[in-house]
């Protein structure tokens, strides 16, 4: 095990009693980005399942004078057509009252759908290497029924897409913020340390120590207050995410796909807080040794 | 004990060479002017000289903490007047200095203190605590080894000081006063472990304007005076004795 002994007095300066505080405020911010990014892209790759898998086909209600098996037969052509497709794993037309829910909502309750012209729907499965397959899908249906209209939803998705991928952007972008906020502050900090250790680190020198010796030691005492930071901004991060957690569990909706989040993330959160010691001790390394090499 | 082993310097090589060496500090008039000095290994030398004469200015440019403004200084046969930075902590090792005013690192105990060096150059803790222990014990400290320099009294962080300067069997022993502190009977247990070391081929340089230690002990003195330096043959004994009686007339 490495040791933590140090020649530097610790906790007697101001850096030592504001690092700490520093990495577990960076640390609580770095897990929260982290899981932003996290939730952001499994939102994403939930809702592209969703519009990759899936498609829907509206045949048009024919004039209503026109005879209702005239609809019914138009349906079950293009039906015909899509169960025809190897892509297509399922195609089944939504009940009158499946469409009468979708409706409720605007025209409220027990509206008779019946009596308007409703187009027919159908929902339309696709395998898994579907994804391509669109024009296929729309090529095959207007053939048997030219005015039919091929959804795959991508334009409700579009815009909502590009919203989620503009919050998970912004919050990589937090997270770098984060990251360089927390370099540029041990830098700082190690600065200052440096000219309040001015007479240790000259003795140090006088006696034979290496500027490597002198950058170690200052290294092994941010990582010791750091560690002692990660920590606390580990466990209030993860006491945020478990409150987060709850409170989204609460939230029903059919809008946003389950937020299950995967073990990789889970590892994740403890690796931030490591990172974060470990770029607070490299930074006081480097900035030690380039303090003292600028010296004569 | 491992620190009193036989010091390894080849000795056809001065261990101190100055050449025409003159220091000024900013745009100050020279504090040193034009010093020449050849020191050949295992010397012992009393370096004397009023209060500003330049002893700590000189020991100064011996330890590395201040270049020459003009002249070259050369350590075991090695030019070190423009040394580069990287090459100056292997010339370090190999001087041990006690400085006037100890320069103890006040958050460490006196253990840690004298096992500084070692630690610098890496050595092994068992080792460490076999030298620092036998050293402490050696300046009479055996029971301050976990004592931090506060509560320690002038002449114990003397010797502390003077334990860490040695430990590593510098090939130069640098001293400013360094019996300034301590009584009698100490100071001559300390010239007795400088005395020690020089025979086992340490160079020593003790800095002092104590007269009556000069005289006692029958070693050349370098006297800086008029900012030059300058080095004389030990005080003979009717002199010495006439400093002694001097001082035992002038006490009450």
């Given amino acids: 095990m490495i040791s933590l002994r140090t020649d530097l007095p610790l906790g007697g300066d101001s850096a030592s009693r504001f690092i700490p505080w520093l990495v577990a405020i960076m640390v609580f911010l770095g897990i929260l980005a982290v899981s932003g990014v996290s939730v952001f892209d499994t939102i994403l790759s939930g ?17 209503a004078d026109s005879e209702k098996e005239a609809n019914q037969a138009r349906t079950d052509r293009a039906v015909a057509a899509l169960t025809a497709l190897p892509s297509v794993e399922s195609a089944r037309v939504l009940e009158s009252s499946e469409i009468d829910a979708l409706l409720a909502p605007w025209l409220g309750e027990g509206a008779a759908a019946g009596d308007l012209p409703l187009p027919d729907l159908i929902d339309v499965t696709l395998t898994d290497d579907a994804a391509t397959t669109l024009d296929l899908i ?9 005015d039919a209209i091929v959804d795959d939803h991508r334009r409700w998705f579009e815009h909502l897409i590009d919203l989620t991928e503009g919050f998970r952007l912004l919050t990589i972008g937090v997270a770098l913020v984060v990251t360089t906020a ?24 006088l006696i034979g120590a290496r500027d490597i010796y002198v950058a170690s030691q200052f290294a092994k005492r941010t990582l010791s207050a750091a560690l002692k930071g990660s920590a606390g901004g580990f466990v209030a991060g ?40 470990t770029l607070a001790m490299v930074t006081a390394f480097i900035t030690v040794l380039g303090t003292l090499r600028s010296m004569v | 004990m491992q620190i009193f082993n036989q010091v390894d310097s080849p000795d056809h090589v001065a261990a101190v060479e100055l050449k025409n060496v003159s220091l000024r500090y900013d745009d100050g008039p020279d504090v040193l002017s034009n010093l020449n000095l050849a020191l050949p290994p295992g010397s012992f030398h009393f370096l004397t000289g009023a209060s500003g004469a330049g002893k700590t200015s000189l020991l100064k440019l011996l330890y590395l903490a201040q270049r020459p403004t003009t002249g070259s200084v050369n350590l075991f046969g090695t030019n070190v007047t423009d040394a580069a ?35 610098v150059a890496a050595a092994a803790e068992p080792e460490i605590k076999s030298n620092v222990t036998e050293l402490l014990s050696w300046v009479g400290l055996e029971d301050f080894m976990d ?41 001559m247990r300390l010239m007795q472990l400088f005395m020690e ?56």
């Avoid at chain 1, 809702?47 to 004039?63: E, F, K, N």
């Avoid at chain 1, 409170?247 to 993330?265: C, K, M, R, T, W």
């Avoid at chain 2, 334990?163 to 360094?178: F, G, S, T, W």
Wanted: glycine letters at 6%; proline letters at 6%.
């Fill in chain 1, 47 to 63: 809702w592209s399942r969703a519009v990759t898998g899936t498609v829907t086909v509206q045949i048009p209600a024919l004039p």
């Fill in chain 1, 138 to 146: 729309r090529t095959s249906v207007t053939t048997v029924v030219p």
């Fill in chain 1, 182 to 205: 927390l370099a540029l502050t041990i830098v700082y900090a190690t600065r200052a340390s440096l000219a309040e250790f001015k007479e240790v680190i000259s003795v140090l020198h």
């Fill in chain 1, 238 to 277: 993860t006491i945020a995410l478990v409150a987060i957690g709850w409170l989204a569990q609460n939230v029903e909706s059919g809008f946003l796909p389950d937020i299950d989040l995967s073990l990789g993330f889970w590892i994740s959160i403890p690796l931030v807080s490591l990172f974060a010691a």
């Fill in chain 2, 85 to 119: 930075r990287r090459t100056l902590p292997a010339i370090r090792r190999k001087v041990g200095v006690v400085f006037q005013d100890f320069r103890l690192l006040d958050h460490l105990s006196a253990f840690d203190n004298v096992a500084l060096p070692l630690r």
């Fill in chain 2, 147 to 187: 004592a931090k320099p506060a509560v320690l009294s002038g002449g114990q962080k003397q010797r502390v000081a003077i334990a860490r300067a040695v430990v590593n069997r510098p090939r130069l022993i640098l001293a400013d006063e360094p019996t300034g502190n301590v009584d009698d009977a100490i100071a």
């Fill in chain 2, 197 to 252: 070391l020089n025979k086992l081929g340490s160079n020593i340089i003790i800095a002092t304007h104590n007269e009556q230690l000069v005289a006692r002990f029958g070693f050349a003195r370098l006297a800086l005076a008029d900012r030059t330096l300058s080095e004389l043959p030990p005080i003979s004994t009717s002199e010495a004795s006439g400093i002694g009686r001097a001082v035992d007339e002038a006490q009450p």
